[in-house]
């Protein structure tokens, strides 16, 4: 079954704490994102990278913070600085550049983990 | 720059009657428009994509949108909602700048309520 995997679908972080949000693809995929929804608000974008090895800053990435060692795992840690960590996290991923001129742009999402502070 | 605005933030329909969800978007380049639909607590799910080919684009689950770019517009219709179209739907523009790292703009969403 081909797609993406996020765990844990939900997440309780304790003051001072940072979390790891575990994002998985078996897609194949080069690029992989970082979203965070808060209601009313659309998806705003936290990190993405376009290969292994790098990545770069979205709109709101202070607080945050992500690894990409390999192509199939772009895990998201919410550090202790982001002072407000509550939210629906959506983690997607596309063919990049690799996938053609019309394939490039389609991400495809994960089913999310809600993280919530304690 | 590229943004994307959703006129409505709720819409409510009858099951059976029509339902239009409007879209304005601007880009600086020529855009790929796209539709998504979220379920409660679940991922998105691409309806349709709009990427330079027909202006009108057909997607899953009998919805289509209408790219006007006169009016900078990608309104989505579908001719007779079913109570499982309720969700929140959200229109997303990507312009083509290989710089950009092919990222996408999401409008604030629209939430759809289907009435028996």
């Known amino acids: 079954d081909g797609g993406i995997t996020q765990s844990p679908k939900y997440l309780f972080r304790k003051e001072g704490q940072n979390v790891t949000l575990s994002c998985e693809q078996n897609?194949?995929?080069?690029?992989m994102y970082w979203y965070r929804q808060d209601p009313g608000q659309g998806l705003r974008l936290i990190y993405y990278?376009?290969?292994?090895?790098?990545?770069q800053k979205g709109d709101i990435a202070e607080g945050y913070s992500v690894s990409r060692e390999k192509k199939e795992s772009f895990p998201l840690t919410v550090t202790s600085a982001q002072k407000n960590p509550t939210a629906f996290y959506l983690c997607?991923?596309?063919?990049?550049?690799?996938?053609?001129?019309?394939?490039?742009?389609?991400?495809?999402f994960g089913a999310g983990t809600r993280l919530s502070v304690l | 720059a590229q943004s994307v605005t959703q006129l409505d933030s709720h819409v409510s329909v009858s099951e059976g009657t029509p339902v239009l969800l409007r879209c304005n978007y601007s880009s600086s380049y020529s855009p790929s428009l796209f539709w998504y639909v979220q379920h409660p607590n679940k991922g998105l799910q691409l309806l349709l994509k709009y990427t330079s080919a027909a202006t009108l684009v057909k997607g899953i689950n009998g919805f289509e949108a209408e790219f006007k770019k006169s009016e900078t517009s990608f309104h989505l219709t579908k001719p007779s909602a079913h109570m499982s179209d309720a969700a929140e739907y959200f229109c997303v523009v990507s312009d083509h700048q290989e710089a950009a790292g092919n990222k996408l703009t999401f409008g604030g969403g629209t939430r759809v309520l289907v009435k028996p």
């Open positions: 997607a991923s596309s063919p990049g550049v690799a996938g053609g001129p019309i394939a490039k742009n389609i991400q495809y």
């Open positions: 990278s376009q290969i292994v090895n790098d990545f």
């Open positions: 897609l194949n995929h080069d690029a």
